[in-house]
């Protein structure tokens, strides 16, 4: 291993500079987390003026989960390798110009491609604007760092339909890829010169190439299966069961690679620490559980509730509302007291409200809907920022990049996972409800005695009108079980972080030189 030496550790950034920076480093994340789901609800607008089915426009959104799934994981070695500086503003710059790709692309090909090279750049960018965040404030204020990388890493996929709906509304599908370009220019030429003296030493391995092979398979094999899994029927077909062979046979070859060689690509050996292990157990639990709340609220607003896509959109919002207010005093609370129990509290207040959720009925107001996603929003920054703090407190210094983006990969592996296991259960689940419904409480025979004498006209529409009040109270029972579990899911993760030892130290990333 050879090490080069760049810059002497100089003092944080303070004043105007710390401002900017900070606030550069934060929009880079939240438009990084944005793209995740900005182009959900532009799948049939792309679709439309592309001139390709729908099922070959969701490739938008597989090609770019892919890509970033893979690249994740890469960002420690990539910090160690080339500077944690330098790899920041050179993938932000590519994720400006690989964004003008995707909105100028004229055919699918041009467009899945620049988006699974959008995907290659993004996904260091998460990890490494939390680890560069934590590096220029005072070790005092390092906590208002992690309340402000937070609230953008929560905010931004929420936030994502309402702004991928607008804009496809108003300006063109392709404007959703092109408001990236001014801010990724300016972050990536900005940040450089202020963070240029933060540049980290160089360490100088040989590429792990099977590693890298390793990752590659088993993680794009996981996410195609995660992606397509619903179009296949899941296990009804034969391309998800090769899927699930490579990437688990691909998953467990990567791990005995990674944990036996020398310079891995990817290092896993941070799991060594309880605290670290603990707490991403703990976030990929609750993540998973709060990305399948937002998932399946505005499914279940705009399909059986009758909201417009807009307004499902700003209905599911109102969950970042408290949680940027809260923020703040997550922040500083995680210096005062035991990371734990804020983590407990923050996880467990986001059960209990979801578990009032699962009482819903079909004849809620809007006002009825949107108070308990707002009040929920109260929790998020208070299991996010204590338990960022508490897993970055846990490992080495040396350890903090590999350490974001192992975090980070999770994280983004649990919501992927959820998504697809609730949007599937959550249809199969009605399916069965339904079926229930018409055998035990409406019986034929008794259909036929209410319908009586009345007209064929009549008698159709009665049963159009009498299968829709069943398909809403068998979708609503559906929404109530899938809230229900949630919570559950919620917290079991919030006992998990008991698992973690009581933490000794403030978080402190400062990469040692």
């Known amino acids: 291993m050879k090490k080069t030496d760049q810059h002497p550790v100089l003092t944080p ?31 049939s607008n792309i679709a439309g003026g592309l001139a390709v089915s729908l099922s070959e426009g969701t490739y938008v959104i597989t090609s770019y989960a892919v890509a970033e799934a893979i690249s994740v994981p890469l960002t420690g070695w990539l910090a160690g390798r080339f500077g944690t ?34 995907g290659l750049a993004g996904g260091p960018l998460m990890p490494l604007s939390q680890t560069l965040l934590m590096q220029i404030f005072p070790k005092e204020k390092k906590s208002a760092a992690l309340g402000l990388w937070a609230m953008t890493t929560l905010v931004a996929p929420v936030m994502g339909p309402v702004v991928g709906g607008y804009i496809c509304d108003n300006w063109g599908w392709g404007h959703i890829f092109l408001i990236n370009i001014p801010l990724a220019l300016v972050c990536s030429g900005v940040l450089l010169n202020l963070l240029r003296r933060f540049e980290t030493t160089l360490i100088k391995n040989k590429v792990d190439f099977i590693g890298l092979g390793l990752l590659i398979i088993w993680v794009s094999a996981l996410q195609i299966m995660l992606d397509e899994g619903k179009n296949y029927d899941w296990f009804e077909s034969n391309t998800i069961w090769a899927l699930l062979i490579i990437s688990l046979i691909g998953f467990a070859c990567f791990m005995i690679w990674e944990l ?41 607003l705009q399909n059986y509730m009758g909201y417009t896509a807009s307004w499902s959109g700003f209905t ?60 929920q ?44 296991l609730v949007t ?25 005695s209410m319908l009586g004498d009345a007209s064929q006209v009549d008698q159709t529409t009665a ?38 030892p ?7 990333t400062s990469v040692a030189h």
Not at 277 to 289: C, E, K, M, N, P
Request: hydrophobic residues 55%; proline residues 3%.
């Open 502 to 508: 009581k933490p000794k130290k403030v978080v402190d």
């Open 85 to 118: 500086v330098r790899v920041f503003t050179t993938c932000m710059m590519l994720f400006g110009v690989f964004s003008a790709l995707c909105g100028f692309s004229d055919s699918l090909g041009m467009l899945v491609t620049s988006r699974v090279l959008q």
């Open 377 to 420: 929003g109260i929790g998020m920054p208070f299991f996010f920022v204590p338990l960022t703090a508490l897993a970055l407190a846990s490992v080495n210094s040396e350890e903090i990049a590999s350490a974001a983006g192992l975090m980070s990969f999770l994280r983004t592996l649990a919501g992927a996972m959820a998504t697809s």
């Open 316 to 375: 599911t919002a109102a969950l970042g509302i408290l949680a940027v207010c809260a923020a703040p005093v997550a922040a500083k609370f995680s210096t005062k007291y035991d990371q734990r129990m804020l983590v407990f509290l923050g996880v467990g207040w986001l059960g209990l409200v979801t578990f009032y959720r699962s009482f819903g009925a079909t004849d809620m107001t809007h006002l009825q809907i949107t108070i308990p996603i707002l009040v």
């Open 260 to 300: 036996t060689h020398d310079h891995p690509i990817v290092n896993l050996r941070i799991f060594r620490h309880r605290g670290y292990a603990a707490s991403v157990l703990t976030i990929s639990l609750a993540f998973g559980a709060f990305n399948s709340s937002i998932v399946l609220t505005p499914l279940w």
């Open 463 to 500: 049963l159009y009108m009498l299968d829709q009040v069943l398909q809403s109270q068998a979708v609503m029972l559906a929404t109530n079980h899938i809230f229900l579990v949630v919570s559950c899911t919620f917290i079991f993760a919030a006992m998990a972080i008991w698992l973690a």
């Open 13 to 43: 950034l303070t004043g105007a500079k710390l401002i900017i920076a900070a606030m550069l480093l934060a929009f880079a994340n939240f438009i990084v987390v944005l793209d995740m789901t900005v182009a959900n609800v532009s799948v």
């Open 424 to 448: 599937t259960s959550w249809e199969d689940r009605t399916n069965i409800l339904r079926n229930d419904l018409v055998d035990k409480i409406l019986p034929p025979e008794q259909i036929a």
